[in-house]
């Protein structure tokens, strides 16, 4: 059975979450929480880390079985990692601590390792970014090592990249796989918000408005605070549930509020409301309650596999099935079912992409 190499950047409560995850379906197989338990031939147990990077003085220089469980991480512990051999090593700071985190994530006096030289070094097949929201700079910076070290990239924050055409040319023309932008969780605001709104215009009724307005208790939301830092994550959140509609509905999404308490629960509001026959009104408010950082581990095991695929038959660029089944701000934005579909005829290898 082959294994997938993977490098983390980014070593937080989403890396605590995917790296436990592994060794749980490693240890149960069976266990629930899956959509797939293979992807092409690729069980979640085959994905292996080889390499990892953070800026963290709690984080840098330790194994990613003890980092994992560094503060300011706070996503429950769902199961025992053993050493992993694999030391997080110190990447450049750039722009990846914002205003609210540079009080809880002191930066480590560690030199900085060349990242390319570390992919090489480690033998990684595919590089996940799972920075903090705004880290413009810190995603380029990886996403140019990927490029050079010739590593896959997977994007899971809200930075364009593989929805950006001047990044998907460059990934294209290396033929590097790259999939993203920003991850949609298993069963998470976006996800829910575009079924909802997909639901309600293929039922002929018309949307007037909608919000989704979240809250949490991480690092995640701590950092959103700081408003500049959002604009992507408005756009990417936002457009995902634009694309359900044929026409504009007034819309506002967003990250709400950091409330400490809920450490990584997040709570989610969905509201909408509408008018269906004789102009009769419809109102639905959803909320949803979740452990924000398992959410999105069960779509990465997905994306990481699809662009397994993509490797061994020789893709490059943008992973458009992948991407639009995982991610809210794809090349190409889907409904769920479409996207469900595509990403099944890829990795079935019935479709290119
Ligand atoms: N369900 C979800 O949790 C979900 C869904 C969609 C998107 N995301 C996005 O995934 C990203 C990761 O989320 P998280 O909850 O793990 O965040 P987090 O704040 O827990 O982790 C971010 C990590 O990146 C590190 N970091 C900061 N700058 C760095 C740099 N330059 N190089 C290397 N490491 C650096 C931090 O020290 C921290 O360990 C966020 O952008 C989040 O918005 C998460």
């Not at 090592?145 to 990934?171: C, H, K, M, Q, Y």
């Not at 039922?203 to 959002?230: A, P």
């Not at 509001?269 to 026959?277: D, V």
């Not at 069960?298 to 397994?308: E, F, L, N, P």
């Amino acid at each position: 059975m082959g294994r997938i190499k993977v490098a983390i950047a980014g070593v937080g409560n989403c890396a605590s979450a995917i790296v436990q995850g592994i060794r749980y379906y490693s240890a149960d197989a069976a266990a629930p929480g899956l959509a797939y338990r293979k992807v092409g031939r690729y069980a979640p147990g085959d994905i292996e880390f080889v390499a990892a990077f953070d800026v963290s003085e709690k984080k840098v220089g330790k194994d990613l079985s003890e980092a994992i469980f560094q503060p300011p991480n706070n996503t429950p512990k769902i199961a025992d990692v053993p050493r992993t051999g694999v030391q997080v090593k110190k990447g450049k700071v750039l722009d990846g601590i914002g205003r609210y985190l540079k009080d809880v994530v002191p930066v480590s006096g560690r030199a900085e390792v060349d990242v390319v030289e570390e992919l090489e070094r480690s033998g990684a097949e595919v590089l996940v970014n799972y920075l903090p929201v705004g880290s413009t700079k810190a995603s380029h910076a990886y996403a140019e090592a990927a490029l050079e070290a010739r590593v896959a990239f997977i994007n899971a924050i809200p930075v364009f990249i593989s929805s950006d055409p001047w990044w998907a040319g460059r990934f294209s023309r290396r033929g590097v796989p790259c999939a993203g932008d920003d991850v949609m969780s298993q069963l998470g605001a976006t996800v829910l918000h575009k079924t909802m709104v997909k639901l309600a215009v293929d039922r002929g009724v018309k949307v007037d408005e909608t919000y989704q307005l979240n809250i949490g208790g991480d690092t995640d939301f701590l950092n959103m605070l700081e408003e500049s830092r959002l604009k992507d994550k408005r756009e990417s959140k936002t457009s995902a549930v634009r694309a359900m509609s044929p026409y504009p509905v007034p819309t506002r999404i967003g990250p709400s509020d950091y409330v400490p308490f809920l450490n990584n629960d997040k709570v989610c509001y969905i509201w909408l409301k509408g008018r269906y026959f004789g102009g009769t009104v419809v109102r639905i408010d959803a909320k949803l309650h979740v452990v924000d950082a398992y959410d999105s581990g069960g779509v990465m095991v997905d994306a990481i596999r699809g662009t397994k695929l993509a490797l061994d038959r020789g893709i490059g660029g943008p992973l458009k099935s992948v991407s639009a089944y995982c991610f809210k701000h794809p090349p190409v934005q889907m409904p769920y079912a479409e996207a469900k579909s595509a990403f099944e005829a890829f990795t079935s290898g019935k479709t290119e992409r």
